[in-house]
């Protein structure tokens, strides 16, 4: 164990800059990287005005942050892959890579798997991590830190794109506007979606996801989402339906929007259960899917941020020092709408 400093949630509502004990020991398949560029997450926000997310409940100071990018700086005796000096971005959770779920490819679903900055896991918001080789992957050139801690969430939205099977020329819709929502619009455009309309309530977050070709934006206070859907579809309906609110509001009309056949993914998590129209889903027979995090995205991320088709750093919205941290958290909380991302700088 090493003592470090760290940005620590001791409790809701309670975060400090500090140092704290964590392991640097760099075993024969780790790496261990100087942490550049950290994202903060709904996620890291949810714990510390909450302290829980479902069953994951904080119970000791923990470091928070998961979505991170940074600098090779020390590699294990077995470690083929990466060298020192590489650049590089780390998936966050680790699972145990005999468990059924991770044999299956499902390594996401792995219930053993660990995840930084969810409870006990220690995150990244500190100036070195180790991580594992087979985690860690290098990022090109042309691809920046910033760009490598977005890999993280964007990583969600190719989930998402997956899971939904698109098919060149497909029309999606995605209803949220958030950070999440608009990456889940651009992985479905990388994906080969026509065209994606954007929905949400709030006009500053739908102008974030209007810069992008390929979305169309919906703010459904004053349009209904349905009558766009069925005008750009010949009345057909949607190819693909991402839901990214989790609002028990979304369900209500959810089911109107995807064509005969067509697929409904959930990426947003409602609070609690939601009842939605079985018999509207049945008689167009669609097709349900839920997203976990992801498994194996980031390599088709980075390839797509390397490639110039998808561009996420417009989603940015202002960048911190380490040892403003605590005020780029408050900054989180109060969920400004034209607020994107928000990133902390290590060094
Ligand atoms: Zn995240």
């Known amino acids: ?193 026509s065209s994606v309309i954007v929905a949400d309530l709030v006009d500053e977050k739908l102008a974030i996801a209007a810069q992008y070709p390929g979305v169309t934006t919906v703010n459904i206070t004053k349009q209904s989402l349905a009558d766009v859907v069925n005008t750009a579809s010949g009345n057909w309906g949607a190819d693909v339906v991402f839901e990214c609110t989790g609002s028990p509001k979304a369900f209500e009309t959810l089911m109107t929007l995807p064509r005969p056949g067509g697929c409904v993914v959930m990426v947003g998590l409602p609070v609690d259960p939601v009842p939605f129209d079985v018999s509207l889903a049945s008689v167009r027979e669609l097709r349900f899917e839920t997203v976990f995090r992801y498994a194996h995205q980031y390599e088709r991320a980075i390839a797509l941020f390397a490639s110039g088709k998808v561009d996420l750093k417009p989603l940015i919205s202002e960048t911190f020092a380490f040892k403003d941290s605590i005020a780029a958290f408050d900054r989180a909380v109060e969920m400004r709408p034209t607020d994107g991302k928000l990133q902390i700088v290590m060094e």
């Open 1 to 193: 164990m090493s003592l470090v400093d760290a940005l620590v949630l001791e409790r809701q509502d309670k975060l400090s800059l500090r140092e704290i004990e964590l392991p640097m020991n760099v075993g024969p398949l780790d790496v261990k990287i100087k942490v550049h560029t950290v994202g903060i997450c709904g996620s890291d926000v949810h714990y510390y005005t909450h302290g829980k997310i479902g069953p994951f409940v904080v119970e000791e100071p923990m470091v928070l942050g998961h979505e991170a990018a940074g600098t090779v700086v020390e590699i294990g005796t077995d470690v083929t892959n990466l060298a020192i000096g590489d650049r590089v971005c780390m998936e966050p959770g680790i699972p145990d890579a005999n468990s059924k779920a991770a044999r299956l490819g499902m390594y996401n679903v792995d219930p053993a798997v660990r995840f930084w900055a969810t409870p006990p896991i220690h995150g990244c918001l500190t100036p070195h991590v180790v991580h594992p080789a087979n985690y860690t992957f290098k990022l090109p050139d042309n691809v920046s830190f910033a760009e490598g801690a977005m890999v993280e969430p964007f990583a969600v939205g190719m989930q998402a794109a997956t899971k939904a099977r698109i098919t060149p020329g497909d029309l999606a819709v995605v209803i949220g506007a958030g950070p999440i929502g608009i990456m889940v619009a651009l992985a479905a455009l990388g994906g080969g979606c």
